[in-house]
């Protein structure tokens, strides 16, 4: 079994910033993408950001040039570091990892961006 512990998420005032953090532990060989996505209310879950095991990233446009994803593979951590957040940016963020060919999500963590 995969056990994804998330931390980092918060109440901040748009145009601020939050670092979402994810540890994987449990069975990961095998690990390989890992990522983070989102979901507002009443909005369907998306994808923020992808990271590969060879460090390649993906980042879906809204998000690009403010939010930057890094992973730790010694420490099978995967981070979302987020900046100029917006009020549309608030949601549920999950963070989400493939081990060999299986998904596994997280709890998810609240980001609230409001002033």
């Known amino acids: 079994q995969v056990q994804l512990v998330e931390s980092g998420g918060g109440l901040v005032q748009p145009g601020g910033s939050l670092r979402l953090s994810c540890a994987a532990t449990?069975?990961?060989?095998?690990?390989?993408?890992m990522g983070w996505y989102r979901q507002a209310v009443g909005k369907q879950r998306e994808l923020v950001a992808t990271i590969t095991s060879d460090g390649s990233t993906n980042y879906v446009d809204s998000v690009r040039g403010r939010f930057t994803i890094s992973r730790d593979r010694a420490k099978n951590t995967v981070d979302l570091q987020m900046n100029s957040l917006k009020p549309g940016d608030t949601a549920v963020y999950y963070c989400?990892?493939?081990?060999?060919?299986?998904?596994?999500w997280g709890q998810g963590t609240q980001v609230t961006v409001s002033s």
């Open positions: 989400n990892v493939q081990v060999l060919g299986d998904f596994f």
């Open positions: 449990g069975s990961i060989f095998g690990l390989s993408r």
